[in-house]
């Protein structure tokens, strides 16, 4: 919204994954361009690619075909410690089964992405309950995942993919295991985020999302149809 | 990452597992144990056997008269040698290699008399040097025989312990009068108790010793039953027998290369020879050890590798995170090391434990508690036994943690 630098950009992507036996082409030639401050919903049915091209554009994983520019620098061929940098300073993730620590607190979880980023201790804890009051759990800091509810988990998901400041939050189905209550908070959570300034992508099932962004991406069999420029 | 937050964190992570730690740091306590308890055993065995190889004396040569097997300057084979007290004067003076010589004479069956007891018992005539030499070691309260009794030829007697036992009881004997042979000696000490592994003409405790000189007026022996010689140093003693046989082959008229005319009993070969078979016997039981060890460590890794494709998602979020792989695994690096560190530690005070308790059990000279009963953990062998463990616990954590590091952050977070 700020700026309409290019954030994302892919050129030609595919990926291949080699169980030995079969050969599974799961992106085949995806091209991507996302500018900063967009707000996406990619849908597609299931086992098309979404969750892999989010891997992708999250550096969990690299394409086995084509270039994947990420703020202009090119992906592939990164150390796993410029990597692990990228995914630490740069992406936010937010997953449909919440993938918190089970045996740390909320707050815990939160300062995790810090700690790794070597925020100082205070500043840690500083930023650690800003955002957490931020989405909503100011009074849950000390409660572990176990006794939070399914929408309460994933605000705290939504706030640790938060603390860094991330250039792009990444959501693979953020509401596929909660309740449409609590999927729709989640989901205004989101609009919030993306009203201050975030780049946001969200993989959804829900019919009712895309509707509330900007552009919608469709894969099927590993592709994208009449994404870029759509709703634009 | 500061330090701090790093142990904390991984503290949280480590803390959960508490039970399969359990179990692994009790594998490595046992391992641990193996190889100090094996180890300390073997000291204790060394030990002892060190002791009792004293109880002869240290680094001497026993030489004895024996027959020639060569004509020498129209002599016939066959001949023995025998030696007197001049002789020893004569190889003193001629071998600057000796340090100390003395001889005995000797005899079974003589009378030793303390009031109603009777007994018949073996006597030696002695010199003074056997007090270092044969350690022939007073109780407190005595002494041995010394030149003065020598020249002046006193009759006192110097008693093993368990004569002394037999003769005076638990009372002290030192100053009283035993007669030989009818003849009445003052005991002027007490033999110390000892253990003696190599021993000629019975153990030392059970003789008594009178100077050489009384028992030759005594008794009218014209020869000494065997010399007792301790060279300078341990290496010396090949020199100082060829001397010995080119020096007597000399005075008593037979070949130098004659091989028996002298018996030697070279006590300083033997004890090299003792020594190398401890030590031989000791890395054989450090090298038990050291594989019980090696088990356990490979247990180790064994449940690491195990811990790490039970915690792959929480690898997986981490990485997610930014976590680096170093920091991954370090965190399993360090759990290995804590398990062995803390196993490691265990074992060793129950193992000192164990051979502090086995030093407290009362034990009789001589049975096989003397032999087993003195386990020691001794500096060198408490640190071969932490470099074992660091390199097991570096091993044991190394591979299993690398393989964590290198995990696709996709593919750990697919796990279920
Ligand atoms: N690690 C993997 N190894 C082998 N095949 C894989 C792997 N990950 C994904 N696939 C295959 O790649 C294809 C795309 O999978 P992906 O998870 O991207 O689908 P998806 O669109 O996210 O589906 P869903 O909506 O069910 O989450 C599928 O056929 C899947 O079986
Ligand atoms: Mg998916």
Redesign the interface.
């Known amino acids: 919204m700020s700026s309409n630098g290019s954030i994302i950009k892919l050129d030609h992507v595919h990926k291949v994954y080699d169980t030995g036996k079969i050969k599974v082409e799961a992106l085949r030639g995806v091209d991507l361009d996302v500018r900063q401050g967009e707000f996406l919903t990619l849908v597609g049915p299931s086992g098309s690619g979404k969750s892999t091209l989010m ?1 992708i554009l ?1 550096c ?2 690299s394409p086995t075909e084509g270039t994947y520019y990420f703020r202009g620098e090119q992906v592939q061929g990164l150390s ?2 410029r990597l ?2 990228i ?3 740069r992406v936010g ?1 937010v ?1 449909q089964n919440f ?3 089970p ?2 607190t909320a707050l ?1 979880n939160v300062e ?2 810090m ?4 925020v ?2 205070r500043e840690r804890r500083k930023r650690g309950e800003e955002v957490l009051e931020r989405v909503g759990l100011g009074d849950r800091m000390d409660h572990k995942p176990t006794e939070l509810s399914g929408g309460q988990m994933q605000r705290v998901a939504i706030a ?1 993919a938060l603390v ?1 400041h991330p250039d792009l939050i990444l959501a693979d189905e953020p509401t596929g295991n909660l309740d449409t209550a609590s999927g729709q908070e989640i989901v205004n959570l989101f609009e919030e985020l993306w009203k201050a300034g975030h780049t946001i992508m969200i993989i959804t099932h829900d019919p009712n999302l895309p509707m509330r962004t900007e552009r919608t991406l469709h894969m099927r069999d590993g592709s994208l149809h009449n994404g870029n420029g759509e709703g634009q | 990452m500061g330090l701090l937050t790093f142990l904390r964190y991984f503290w949280n992570d480590f803390r959960k597992q508490k039970k399969r730690a359990t179990l692994t740091v009790a594998a490595i306590v046992w391992g641990t144990m193996s190889i100090l308890l094996l180890l300390a055993f073997g000291e204790g065995l060394k030990r002892q056997l060190d002791r009792n190889q004293r109880g002869l004396g240290e680094n001497i040569m026993i030489v004895w008269g024996g027959q020639t097997s060569m004509p020498y300057e129209g002599l016939p084979r066959g001949r023995r040698i025998r030696f007197m007290e001049e002789d020893v004067d004569v190889i003193q003076k001629s071998i600057p290699q000796i340090e100390n010589i003395g001889a005995e004479y000797s005899r079974w069956g003589v009378d030793v008399v303390r009031g109603s007891k009777v007994l018949s018992e073996h006597v030696c005539g002695e010199y003074p040097t056997y007090e270092q030499m044969r350690a022939h070691y007073p109780m407190q309260g005595g002494r041995y025989i010394n030149w003065t009794d020598m020249e002046e030829k006193r009759r006192v007697i110097f008693l093993g312990y368990e004569m002394k036992q037999k003769l005076f009881g638990d009372e002290d004997a030192t100053g009283q009068t035993v007669h030989v042979s009818g003849i009445p000696f003052t005991v002027i000490g007490v033999g110390q108790d000892k253990q003696q592994m190599g021993m000629y003409g019975g153990p030392d405790v059970s003789k008594g010793s009178m100077p050489a000189t009384t028992f030759k007026s005594l008794f009218g022996h014209k020869y000494l039953s065997n010399l007792v010689i301790q060279p300078r140093s341990t290496n010396l003693n090949e020199v100082v027998e060829r001397r010995l046989n080119e020096v007597l082959g000399a005075r008593l008229k037979f070949h130098p290369d004659d091989e028996q005319a002298l018996s030697i009993w070279d006590t300083i070969e033997g004890r090299k020879a003792m020594q190398n078979m401890m030590l031989g016997m000791q890395i054989f039981m450090g090298i038990i050890g050291a594989m019980t060890l090696l088990i356990a460590g490979v247990g180790v890794a064994n449940i690491m590798y195990v811990v790490i494709k039970e915690r792959t998602k929480e690898i997986g979020i981490k990485m997610a995170l930014g976590g680096k792989p170093r920091i991954v695994q370090w965190q399993f690096l360090l759990e290995a090391m804590i398990i062995c560190f803390s196993g490691g530690v265990i074992g060793i005070f129950i193992s000192q434990l164990i051979c502090d308790l086995m030093s407290l059990i009362p034990r009789e000279e001589g049975s096989s508690m003397t032999w087993l009963g003195n386990p020691t953990i001794s500096l060198p062998i408490g640190m071969i036994t932490i470099a074992i463990l660091a390199i097991i616990a570096v091993i044991a954590g190394y591979f299993p943690s690398r393989r964590a590091a290198m995990l696709n952050p996709a593919e750990t977070l697919r796990y279920e």
């Open positions: 891997n999250g969990l994983d796993l410690n692990a940098e995914r630490n300073r993730f997953f993938n918190l620590l045996f740390s815990e995790l992405p700690v790794f980023g070597g100082p201790t640790r860094n």
